[in-house]
């Protein structure tokens, strides 16, 4: 759903990176996302980008997090994504959006 988390440029420093173990990759699904997207709207009056939304759900899905204090940064503005959301959220919340 996000267009910016399939960015083309991503280099060979990543692989070599994660060759020797500097960094981890995983990922979110796309309905991962959108949940995290609603829950932070009602949560916090957040609206998140979607990118944002992706880096949310990764959190929520963290064990053990509830005694720490985790920093995530938002980034862009989730109401120019309200009308995809409404699309793909149709019938999944409140009936038809």
Known sequence: ISAWLDYPGIGPEHSYLME??????DSVTDDEAMDAFV???????????????????????????RD?????SLSGRGDKDMVQAMDILKGKLWGDL
């Open 39 to 65: 829950w932070l709207s009602r949560a916090e009056g957040i609206v998140p980008a979607f990118e944002s939304a992706h880096a949310i759900a990764y959190l929520r899905k963290m064990p053990d997090i």
């Open 68 to 72: 720490k204090t985790i920093i995530v």
């Open 20 to 25: 020797q173990g500097k960094v981890v990759y």
